[in-house]
């Protein structure tokens, strides 16, 4: 199972992507820059990716607590969301992420 | 601002979890601490990031919030007395004459004593800046990211950017001393104490605060005065919107800061430290928590409370070296006891 995450610069990166885990946990495992200051507890917004748009609706639905949080990021899109929150399943191999500022700036 | 030198046994830099029952380990062994944070409060990431979020691997705590394990920390410490100087920066460490640390900050405190440890976890915690382009050629002339005296403020066009507890508290109590103010946020929600919302929406029906909906993408001035922001909608065209004051509100990020010239050996920004006395390359000077490396290092609070324990033994030998080192339990020393104010049944 593959996360495909475009950096900063631009680039693609295809890395593994684990069951279970968060799309920041895996962005992070993968050796990508990833702040993710609060360690995953949707509290800091420094794990921001932009959800490429083809993914959007396969995601589960925001909810509350992330859309709150991400009021601490910047550049908020509508595809913004935070990695920390997004577990990575089979219906998801070969999601497509952006880091942003926020997560790898 | 003070110019005396507070004396002490031991600088603990960082009030989080670790730096707070640092205290408790140090104080059994008959040393005194003064502590210095950043932030306005005690309890580090547990109060600021994350004061309602269940903790739920503390051992012995089924179940703690980050406040609830900041406040048992507190009662735990009480018998030591540690004393906090809280909302400054640990700017510069030098060495005395004598041998001991100097540590100043920048409010003016001046400490010296035999022991730093260092527990600042992530680092310091700073304002978040908005990437705009150019915006740092107005921060601290017409950009602020804290009020430190509201009069500063009086008479001038404000635009207030953000949705939570600080924008909102900014907002409300700037308004009367400002000319004209603004509260931009992305979205017509605000994450704010309600009561703090409603008193906003108040002031907006009133006619005295003008809201707007949108992500600030362009700052517009020169010299460093700023003159007017692009917002852009979710929907529609960009405009722009006057103000000579901008005060972004998006919570707080972690940057490690000075600690990084105090002259100790870091790698990727943290400290390396050996396992069994948590020491930084530069003896007496120590690093417990989050902010520490070694093979095997696990970031959880239970770590930097064991690197808190082992630490205090070593730093009895530097504070106390005429003294031999005893161990002893809480449950059955009357000594620890009698430090901890606590009689045995």
Redo the contacts between chains.
């Keep these: 199972m593959k996360l495909l995450v475009t950096d900063l610069e631009g680039v693609e990166h295809s890395i593994d992507a684990m069951p279970n885990w968060t799309v920041m946990e895996i962005i992070r495992d993968g050796d990508l820059p990833m702040r993710a200051e609060c360690g995953g507890s949707c509290a800091c917004a420094t794990c921001h990716v932009y959800v490429a748009k083809e993914w959007i609706d396969k995601l589960p639905a925001m909810e509350g607590e992330e859309r709150d949080t991400l009021d601490g990021g910047f550049e908020v899109e509508p595809n913004s969301r935070l990695s920390c929150q997004l577990i990575m399943t089979s219906d998801l191999d070969g999601l497509k992420v952006t880091l942003t500022q926020d997560s790898a700036g | 601002m003070t110019t005396d030198a507070i004396s002490t046994d031991v600088i603990i830099i960082g009030a989080g979890p670790v730096g707070l029952f640092a205290v408790f380990e140090l104080g059994l062994n008959d040393m005194k601490c003064h502590l210095v944070d950043i932030l306005d409060k005690v309890g580090g990431?547990c109060a600021e990031?994350?004061p309602e979020?269940p903790i739920y691997d503390i051992p012995g705590l089924p179940v703690v919030t980050g406040q609830g394990l900041t406040d048992a920390l507190m009662k735990q410490i009480e018998p030591f007395n540690p004393v906090f100087h809280l909302n400054q920066m640990a700017e510069s460490l030098t060495k005395t004459a004598d041998g001991k640390w100097r540590l100043t900050t920048d409010a003016g405190t001046i400490i010296e004593a035999t022991i730093v440890v260092i527990a600042a976890g992530?680092g310091s915690f700073v304002p978040?800046k908005?990437?705009i382009k150019g915006i740092e050629e107005y921060e601290a002339k017409s950009v602020f990211y804290a009020v430190r005296r509201m009069e500063t403020f009086r008479d001038r066009k404000i635009l207030i950017a953000?949705?939570?507890d600080s924008a909102l508290d900014w907002t409300l109590n700037l308004q009367p001393l400002a000319t004209k103010l603004t509260l931009v946020?992305?979205?017509d929600?605000f994450?704010a104490a309600p009561d703090s919302v409603n008193k906003m929406r108040e002031l907006v029906a009133a006619g005295k605060i003008d809201l707007h909906i949108g992500?600030i993408v362009h700052l517009h001035g020169e010299g460093g005065q700023i003159e007017a922001v692009t917002l852009k909608p979710?929907a529609g065209e960009p405009y722009t919107i006057e103000c000579d004051t901008l005060m972004p509100f998006?919570?707080l990020?972690?940057k490690l800061g000075p600690v990084a010239n105090f002259g100790i050996n870091l790698h990727q920004n943290l400290i390396p430290v050996d396992t069994e006395k948590f020491e930084s390359d530069v003896p007496t000077i120590f690093a417990i928590g989050d902010i520490n490396s070694y093979p095997g290092k696990l970031?959880l609070i239970l770590s930097g409370f064991h690197e808190a324990a082992l630490m205090a033994q070593q730093a009895f030998r530097y504070v106390h070296p005429d003294r031999k080192l005893r161990f002893q339990y809480t449950t059955s020393s009357s000594d620890l006891q009698n430090k901890l104010g606590v009689t045995a049944e």
């Design positions: 990431q990031l994350y979020k992530g978040k908005p990437p953000g949705g939570g946020h992305r979205r929600e994450r992500q979710d998006y919570g990020t972690m970031k």
